[in-house]
């Protein structure tokens, strides 16, 4: 059931730790490869050198799958281009970093001056899918056997997710960082596409309930 799916990863009694623990049996299953197990794959459109809560989460995230044998790829934006079209600093960022246990790709966010042209927040998420979406499918199509699910963080990544998923036959996982706005355009893809994946993962009991809610 949607009850089931749907699991808060942040208390203010747990650490980070703890709660990647409960769910990690259910979740994140592999075979071990050259000493890690399998990849798992995150797409999310925030990530350091931006400092911000979905950035620590990340951080933490990452170490504690590398800590129980997990290798991870992450995919993500360049800094400075994807914060022009967010009004952040403009922060230099690797396109690159690789260690032994992680993997961080950043690609130059294209705004095909959409987001000059319609200032809404439709139109970022539209984008940010597409961009997402494209780089991620064109690294799959070389590095498929490598992953064995992916991970979206927020609502636009997840949609790309949703559709990668359905070419590469892989399950996929959620993490919901702010409560989701279930109207209009939004609210039909979102229902639509919140429902196909694995599991759900709420960071606050807030973001659960409304969930919950508007999912029904």
């Known amino acids: 059931s ?3 799916k749907i699991f808060i990863t942040q208390h203010t009694n747990k650490t980070s730790s703890d709660l990647y623990r409960i769910y990690l049996p259910l979740t994140f ?14 797409l999310t459109s925030d990530f350091r050198p931006n400092l911000g809560g979905i950035e620590t989460h990340l951080d933490d995230f990452i170490k ?4 129980n044998q997990y290798f991870v790829c992450v995919i993500t934006f360049t800094q400075a281009s ?5 009004n952040r600093e403009k922060l230099p960022s690797q396109k690159m970093e690789r260690t032994s246990g992680y993997e961080i790709r950043r690609f130059h966010f294209v705004d095909f001056w959409l987001n000059n042209l319609f200032k809404n927040s439709i139109v ?12 991620t499918f064109f690294f799959m199509l070389f590095n498929n056997h490598k992953i064995k699910l992916i991970h979206a963080h927020g609502p636009a990544t997840a949609l790309a997710a ?6 590469f036959g892989k399950k996929w996982f959620l993490t919901l960082h702010c409560v989701y706005p279930f109207s209009g355009v939004k609210g039909i893809v979102g229902r639509y596409v919140f429902k196909d994946c694995t ?11 409304k969930l919950e ?4």
């Open 2 to 4: 949607l009850f089931i």
């Open 29 to 42: 299953y592999s075979v071990r490869i050259d000493g890690y197990m399998e990849s798992v794959l995150i």
């Open 64 to 67: 504690f799958l590398n800590k």
């Open 82 to 86: 994807y914060n022009k079209v967010i």
């Open 124 to 135: 970022r998420d539209f984008t940010t899918f597409i961009n997402i979406f494209l780089y």
């Open 162 to 167: 949703f559709f990668l998923s359905k070419l």
């Open 199 to 209: 599991n759900i993962f709420a960071v606050s009991s807030l973001v659960k309930d």
């Open 213 to 216: 809610k508007d999912m029904l």
